[in-house]
């Protein structure tokens, strides 16, 4: 369900008001969703209920948060502008079961995304950027290749121009076009395995 800035539209209140937080997960994602949220009354539930709230600092750092609640040791991340809803939500539709999006700046990676791709480097294969070099710059992927591998010369960059496959990888870090994708050499899929609720468990009283 989407959230209208600090507060829910009638329709999405209407929605969350028929189900019981004790039968439903309740898992706000985002300060905005959480305060509009908890900041909602509802007259078909408990007064007191429980919520999983998962926020970060900005944009990037709640993806990665979300990319943390959700996935364990994620075998590939798609990567996508803050700036490009279109590049978001390609990315997102794409991506479905495979793993996580994050956010970065168009001319440089962000630092919590950056984190997240070095410390879960060793289980991450494949890293696909949505977006040509207006959305993702050839600085921010060569640093997410980087990241995600022990030096330049272990990741390999496959541009895929206008979604087409290409014919042969380069294994330079030359910038996208269409959309590309940084490969780790040497690895293999990892297991997913569900979230972690218990360590997101909040209490509410309304």
């Known amino acids: 369900m989407l959230n209208d800035g600090n507060t829910l539209t009638s329709s999405v209140k209407s929605y969350l008001n028929g189900l019981d937080p004790r039968d439903t997960y309740m898992i706000p994602v985002g300060a905005s969703a959480k305060y509009a949220l908890t900041h909602t009354s509802f007259s078909h539930w408990p007064s007191t209920y ?46 479905n079961v495979f793993g996580p999006l994050l956010w970065t700046d168009v001319a440089t990676l962000t630092a919590d995304t950056k984190s997240y791709l070095v410390k879960d480097s060793a289980n ?41 496959a290409p014919m042969a990888s380069s294994s330079s870090p030359a910038g996208p076009a269409a ?28």
């Open 50 to 95: 429980t919520y999983y709230p998962v926020t970060g600092s900005g944009n990037a750092a709640t993806a990665v948060a979300l990319a943390r609640f959700w996935w364990d040791a994620p075998g590939s991340v798609s990567l996508a502008s803050i700036d490009s809803w279109r590049g978001g939500t390609s990315a997102a539709a794409a991506m």
């Open 124 to 164: 991450i294969n494949g890293l696909a950027v949505f977006g040509g070099t207006g959305s993702v710059s050839t600085a921010a992927l060569t640093s997410a290749g980087t990241a995600i591998s022990a030096s330049a010369g272990q990741w390999t960059y496959a541009p895929y121009y206008n979604g087409v």
């Open 179 to 206: 959309g590309a994708s940084a490969v780790r050499t040497g690895t293999a899929p990892r297991p997913v395995t569900g979230p972690d609720l218990a360590s997101l468990s909040t209490r509410h009283q309304q």
